[in-house]
């Protein structure tokens, strides 16, 4: 399995073609056309780009998918939803850059609608399935990115994450999910969610590509993995865990040195990012029809309008002091590591009832790094049967980025 880096350089000295890597990719787009991953494959420009490619750039002749809330110009905009039929009318700025580097884009992947929603089941073309269990949940809501990932069509996908939404998929799909620091890959051209809280990610099947990746997006220095001083989480809230996730998780503690850390009150953290997260999401929808949206994303539409003016500049507040607790926890290590998520893969079917039991289990762990907009990647652990996540948050891109490359590295 070549890396990202490799890719670009068999391709900058002839050793790769970019017209058989596209080719490659979208065989493999048709063979995992069940998974309902791609929601749009663009054969006929991705052609076109690769044999114009000129070989140059550090992505060079790399395929990749692109999250449906991601404008790029010429495609479907239509964000998973029935309401929408539009078509972009100009690149996000970090398509642009995957271009500018030399990737091919060959297609949209697969959101929950508008990216409001973590199971990856509510879109226009209906759920994205999961690589490992067709039917069971990929999470969402960059559901597509993280399943296309997982079933070797690309070795590069770009996702967007509000409350989880890179990590969730990548944890349940055993891929990894690098959510960086606020801003760090800019949300112009993306439908927004949340203002606050919106990042752009990066789905890939190593930490060193994420870091190599965010390197070539963003200028995220890639350091040399060494041993770091890790926290783990001792908050039982972070420690609710499934048998399966339990087994995985002792496990991975056994090859890490760690000192244990307790990180902001749970229950405070959560409330704080849903009351942030909904009244943006409703200013964000406000004048549009909602007639054809998912009955789920109706339903939260509905819940986030209960939230008041007042809980909402209460939560901006405590936001800035909660960010200020977890500095202080990441001044004394170099990451704390969590379970990504509570669970394995969900059914689909689990979500036929709104799923809240699961909504939470699937958010809990990853809803905080979105509040203090720290950087946190999602990286697959050992696991018997379906794939199981541990999150990193740091303080820092280049810290989050060697860390879990160490981690990696140690299996």
């Known amino acids: 399995m070549r890396t990202l880096e490799e890719i670009a350089a068999g391709v900058r000295d002839g050793a790769l073609d970019p017209v058989r890597l596209v080719e490659d990719a979208l065989t493999r787009a048709a063979a995992a056309a069940d998974l309902n991953a791609i929601v749009h494959l663009d054969v006929d420009g991705a052609r076109k780009a690769a044999a114009a490619h000129d070989r140059t750039g550090a992505l060079a002749g790399v395929p990749v998918l692109v999250k449906e809330i991601i404008e790029v110009e ?52 209906g759920p994205c399935r999961n690589p490992h269990d067709p039917s069971r949940m990929t999470g969402g809501s960059s559901s597509g990115s993280a399943a296309a990932v997982a079933a070797g069509v690309v070795p590069l996908a770009i996702g967007t994450d509000t409350a989880g939404s890179v990590r969730i998929p990548a944890a349940l ?19 927004p969610l949340s203002k606050s809280l919106d990042h752009v990610g990066v789905l890939t ?107 909402y500049e209460r939560a901006k507040a405590d936001a800035a002091r909660i960010t200020a607790e977890l500095d202080a926890v990441l001044a004394d290590v170099d990451a704390v590591v969590t379970p990504t998520v509570l669970t394995t893969a969900p059914l689909i079917t689990a979500a036929a009832d709104g799923g809240l039991d699961i909504r939470r289990q699937l958010m809990n762990n990853t809803r905080l790094a979105n509040l203090t907009r720290h950087a946190a990647v999602s990286l697959p652990i050992p696991a018997d049967g379906l794939p199981v996540g541990l999150q990193v948050i740091a303080a820092s891109n280049e810290r989050a980025a060697a860390v879990a490359c160490w981690i990696e590295a140690q299996r």
């Open 173 to 191: 799909c055993g891929v990894v999910g690098f959510k960086p620091s606020y801003d760090t890959l800019p949300t112009d051209r993306v439908f």
């Open 205 to 311: 099947r190593t930490a060193s590509d994420a870091a190599y990746a965010l390197n070539v997006l963003a200028g995220v220095a890639v350091r040399p993995p060494r041993k770091p001083r890790l926290g783990v989480v001792t908050n039982p809230e972070y420690l609710q865990l499934s048998p399966e996730v339990s087994t995985a998780w002792s496990a991975a503690l056994q090859t890490l040195e760690a000192v244990e850390v307790q990180l902001p009150d749970w229950s405070t953290s959560y409330s704080t990012a849903a009351n942030i997260q909904g009244p943006e999401a409703v200013a964000s929808h406000r004048g549009r029809s909602q007639d054809l949206y998912q009955p789920d994303v109706r339903l939260r539409l509905l819940e986030a309008a209960q939230v008041e003016p007042a809980d």
């Open 74 to 125: 010429g495609l479907p905009y239509r964000c998973g939803s029935a309401s929408m039929d539009e078509v972009g009318q100009q690149d996000a700025e970090v398509v642009r850059r995957l271009r500018a580097a030399g990737a091919i884009v060959i297609g949209l992947s697969h959101t929950h609608e508008f990216a409001y929603g973590c199971f990856g089941t509510s879109n226009r073309v």
